[in-house]
């Protein structure tokens, strides 16, 4: 079974920046492509980004494409995502989990394992 903890969250100012982790137990982190989703309050889930098991591909939601890079540490059994230029509309809470493939995921059927969120605001 594989546990994953995300953390990083908090209150920003509009412009600001974060940066999430997600640090997953179990040696198969390194098999598999990983995601990151948000769900606003009052709002459903919405993909964000995703990135293949080794790293070289990634892709991101038009809504945050420029301003969210994702990666990941597969020795660290880790995964990041660097937040820019944040906007209230960021707000939500995100996710990281774990995809079925190697390659990626996109929809929450090709999801197997979730971690418990971290609350991002971006307020002034």
């Known amino acids: 079974e594989v546990q994953l903890v995300e953390s990083g969250g908090g209150l920003v100012q509009p412009g600001g920046s974060l940066r999430l982790s997600c640090a997953a137990s179990?040696?198969?982190?390194?098999?598999?492509?990983m995601t990151w989703v948000r769900q606003a309050p009052g709002k459903g889930l919405e993909w964000v980004s995703v990135?293949?098991?080794?790293?070289?591909?990634?892709k991101y939601a038009d809504s945050v494409n420029g301003r969210f890079t994702i990666s990941r540490d597969n020795a660290k059994s880790t995964l990041y995502l660097q937040m820019n230029s944040l906007k209230p509309e960021d707000t939500a809470v995100y996710f990281c989990?774990?995809?079925?493939?190697?390659?990626?995921?996109?929809?929450?059927?090709?999801?197997?394992?979730w971690g418990q969120g971290t609350q991002v605001t971006v307020s002034s």
């Open positions: 989990a774990k995809c079925k493939s190697a390659y990626g995921c996109y929809d929450s059927d090709e999801y197997d394992y």
């Open positions: 990135i293949n098991s080794s790293g070289g591909r990634t």
């Open positions: 179990g040696s198969t982190f390194s098999y598999y492509a």
